[in-house]
């Protein structure tokens, strides 16, 4: 068994010396002769004989994709501008694929403090993204293609809600897509909760020594400062309502976020006894 590769083609043959000789004499003939009809017009061109006996088994693995020869014998890089150099994948010799030139997608992630963000491109191909940065989805888009990122899972832990900027698109040239953005804003939780036996005027509350909130009436009431995850409210009196004097007392006014609205915050008030 030879393996002999001859003007840009690769070809494999079994006892065959006059098929090599023939093939040597013709081969400038047949150096642009495209990849699939090869094989026919060699056997056309050659002369008749060339294909016949039992000594002779001959076939076609793959055009090089990097040497065809040109006419004037110099080398011709790329004769199949789709190709992707030195590239074939295939199960065996009998069935070569060709890997077509593509692009990357990427870009970057900003505000990510969860676990758990997944990315996926056109909806095959997942990524996990595990902090800031840039990323790149690991597979290449075929130069035909466009691309759509999306997000697959969003974090938690804290839960945040991403989005995406330039999710889309498809190069007009192949270049790799770099601009993606990822943006991960951290959840906001507000809080508040309900003020009972208001009668007087005046009554201030505030949340963690700021953030001053007057209540003219009784009903429910929401600070209008938001706090993220894990973070401490602590809702205290500043100013007692007065005209007239009223007592006060606040139940539930201190905790921790815990990823949902604080609604559950009671301000009881009486009127004081002369």
Same mark, same amino acid.
């Given at each position: 068994m030879g393996a002999k590769q001859w003007s840009g083609f690769h070809t494999q043959f079994t006892n065959g010396p006059r098929f090599t000789s023939r093939l040597s004499r013709c081969g400038r003939r047949l150096a642009a002769i495209p990849t699939i009809i090869f094989l026919t017009l060699a056997l056309t061109v050659c002369g008749p004989g060339l294909g016949t006996g039992d000594d002779l088994g001959v076939f076609l693995l793959l055009q090089n994709p /990097?040497?065809?020869?040109?006419?004037?014998?110099?080398?011709?890089?790329?004769?199949?501008?789709?190709?992707?150099?030195?590239?074939?994948?295939?199960?065996?010799?009998?069935?070569?694929?060709?890997?077509?030139?593509?692009? /990357?997608?990427?870009?970057?992630?900003?505000?990510?403090?969860?676990?758990?963000?997944?990315?996926?491109?056109?909806?095959?191909?997942?990524?996990?993204?595990?902090?800031?940065?840039?990323?790149?989805?690991?597979?290449?888009?075929?130069?035909?293609?466009?691309?759509?990122?999306?997000?697959?899972?969003?974090?938690?832990?804290?839960?945040?809600?991403?989005?995406?900027?330039?999710?889309?698109?498809?190069?007009?040239?192949?270049?790799?897509?770099?601009?993606?953005?990822?943006?991960?804003?951290?959840?906001?939780?507000?809080?508040?909760?309900?003020?009972?036996?208001?009668?007087?005027?005046?009554?201030?509350?505030?949340?963690?020594?700021?953030?001053?909130?007057?209540?003219?009436?009784?009903?429910?009431?929401?600070?209008e400062t938001p706090l993220g995850h894990g973070e401490d409210y602590n809702v205290t009196v500043l100013a007692q309502p007065e005209g007239p004097d009223q007592y006060y007392r606040v139940w539930r006014g201190s905790g921790t976020i815990d990823s949902a609205n604080v609604t559950e915050i009671k301000v009881r008030c009486w009127r004081r006894r002369r």
């Amino acid at each position: 068994m030879g393996a002999k590769q001859w003007s840009g083609f690769h070809t494999q043959f079994t006892n065959g010396p006059r098929f090599t000789s023939r093939l040597s004499r013709c081969g400038r003939r047949l150096a642009a002769i495209p990849t699939i009809i090869f094989l026919t017009l060699a056997l056309t061109v050659c002369g008749p004989g060339l294909g016949t006996g039992d000594d002779l088994g001959v076939f076609l693995l793959l055009q090089n994709p /990097t040497e065809s020869m040109s006419n004037d014998g110099a080398a011709d890089p790329y004769p199949n501008p789709a190709m992707n150099p030195g590239e074939v994948h295939g199960s065996g010799e009998s069935d070569p694929v060709y890997s077509v030139r593509g692009y /990357t997608v990427g870009g970057t992630v900003n505000g990510l403090v969860g676990t758990g963000l997944v990315l996926q491109n056109n909806e095959e191909i997942d990524l996990a993204i595990e902090s800031n940065g840039s990323f790149v989805f690991p597979e290449e888009v075929p130069s035909e293609r466009a691309y759509h990122v999306t997000v697959k899972n969003q974090p938690e832990n804290p839960p945040q809600s991403c989005y995406i900027t330039n999710p889309s698109g498809k190069p007009q040239k192949k270049v790799n897509v770099t601009h993606v953005r990822v943006i991960c804003p951290a959840d906001e939780f507000t809080v508040g909760g309900r003020v009972r036996g208001l009668i007087g005027e005046g009554l201030i509350i505030q949340n963690n020594n700021g953030d001053d909130l007057h209540i003219t009436a009784n009903g429910d009431f929401t600070f209008e400062t938001p706090l993220g995850h894990g973070e401490d409210y602590n809702v205290t009196v500043l100013a007692q309502p007065e005209g007239p004097d009223q007592y006060y007392r606040v139940w539930r006014g201190s905790g921790t976020i815990d990823s949902a609205n604080v609604t559950e915050i009671k301000v009881r008030c009486w009127r004081r006894r002369r």
